[in-house]
């Protein structure tokens, strides 16, 4: 049956853009199947994996108070994705159960056939997730409390 572990880790460390302060990047990592079976008749097994769910908040703001907005800010994106975690568990229990449909002549295609199948499958499913966070995040209202444009715009908590 397929697994799904949840790595989840906050960093003071450089964000992919200079101008960006928070930012949370996930990605779908260690995918492997084991396959079961002789000579030249392989089925799949089982297949796990993981998610990483990576924030990094920019070192180079200092000032307590961002850092609390910003954190929160991200804390909404990993909630997102973390709600998100039963579809993609579902998502590999699908494209599992379709695999093990599949006979192989070897044990090792057998394994990376299955892992290269998951995998994508997962990548997918996570776009999604990504899609609906930022969709949220963008939303005038009712969604994320960071909206449109706010990145730079935090005065506006210290009124």
């Known amino acids: 049956m397929f697994q799904l572990a949840v790595v989840e880790s ?8 200079p101008d960006v302060i928070g930012q949370t990047n996930t990605f779908i990592q260690n995918v492997h199947c084991t396959c079961e079976g002789s000579n030249n008749c392989w089925k799949l097994g089982s297949c796990t994996a993981a998610l990483d769910i990576e924030v990094r908040i920019s070192p180079d703001r200092w000032w307590k ?9 991200e804390r909404e994106h990993v909630d997102d994705y973390r709600k998100g975690i039963a579809e993609l568990i579902q998502q590999g229990e699908w494209r599992e159960e379709a695999e093990r449909k599949l006979t192989f002549s070897s044990k090792e295609t057998c394994e990376e056939h299955a892992a290269s199948a998951v995998g994508s499958t997962l990548n997918k499913a996570l776009d999604v997730l990504r899609r609906n966070t930022i969709a949220r995040r963008d939303k005038t209202s009712g969604g994320h409390k960071i909206g449109p444009g706010d990145y730079f715009r935090l005065d506006r908590y210290f009124q």
């Open 10 to 17: 906050w960093s003071r460390a450089a964000t992919d853009r």
């Open 65 to 73: 108070p961002v850092i609390n907005i910003v954190s929160d800010w």
